[in-house]
């Protein structure tokens, strides 16, 4: 088992930026690769950023390239997501979550919420124009 739980989300304006933590607990001596995903009123729950256990890998959905970066420290079992420039679009429900992975390089360049193993139970980001 491993708990998931994130922090940092908050109320900032168009423009300005926010960082995101996930505290990871449990079985993390395993290989998990780490994600961000959002989920905004009235709309599934999609794919934003995810990482490697080693943090060589990273991937990254379209609408936040280059103004989001994913990292994480394993010595604090914690990932990060950095996110600047941010938009109204951006506003969601910010959830980390973490899939078991093959070896700790891996990391696809896309996932689904269904491939996820673990949860956490998100943190609000609300952008204001």
């Known amino acids: 088992q491993v708990q998931l739980v994130e922090s940092g989300g908050g109320l900032v304006q168009a423009g300005g930026s926010l960082r995101l933590s996930c505290a990871a607990s449990g079985r993390t001596f395993s290989s998990y690769t780490m994600a961000w995903f959002r989920q905004a009123p009235g709309k599934e729950r999609e794919f934003v950023a995810a990482i490697s256990w080693s943090g060589d890998s990273t991937s990254y959905a379209d609408s936040v390239k280059g103004r989001f970066t994913i990292s994480k420290d394993n010595r604090k079992n914690t990932m990060y997501l950095q996110m600047n420039s941010l938009k109204p679009e951006d506003t969601a429900i910010y959830y980390c979550?973490?899939?078991?992975?093959?070896?700790?390089?891996?990391?696809?360049?896309?996932?689904?919420?269904?491939?996820?193993?673990?949860w956490g139970k998100g943190t609000l980001v609300t952008v204001s124009s």
């Open positions: 979550a973490a899939h078991k992975a093959p070896s700790i390089y891996y990391c696809r360049s896309y996932y689904q919420a269904n491939d996820m193993d673990y």
